[in-house]
């Protein structure tokens, strides 16, 4: 996942976001349970990937920030 010219994840935290898509798909569709908790469910994987993919964006600016301020110093 990227955004632009600026890549988010690494190798790892992309096989968790599939492995979290592929688990709320798994309830969504085999697992019966009612709707609020199937909807619950993916309002949860959302939440985790948003926050993950603002979180690692958010960090790898604030590297390249420090970065480029070093080397105007």
């Given amino acids: 996942m990227s955004f632009g010219n600026l890549k988010v994840f690494s190798g790892i935290q992309e096989a968790l976001i599939l492995a979290l898509n ?3 798909r798994l309830a969504l569709f085999y697992v019966e349970m009612d709707v609020i908790y199937k909807v619950t ?3 949860f994987a959302f939440t985790i990937i948003f926050l993950a993919t603002l979180a690692s964006a958010i960090l790898k600016q604030q590297k390249e920030l420090k970065e480029n ?3 105007q110093a």
Avoid: D, P, W
Wanted: glycine letters at 12%; a positive charge; zero cysteines.
């Fill in 41 to 43: 469910l993916g309002v």
């Fill in 69 to 71: 301020q070093l080397k």
């Fill in 22 to 24: 592929a688990r709320y």
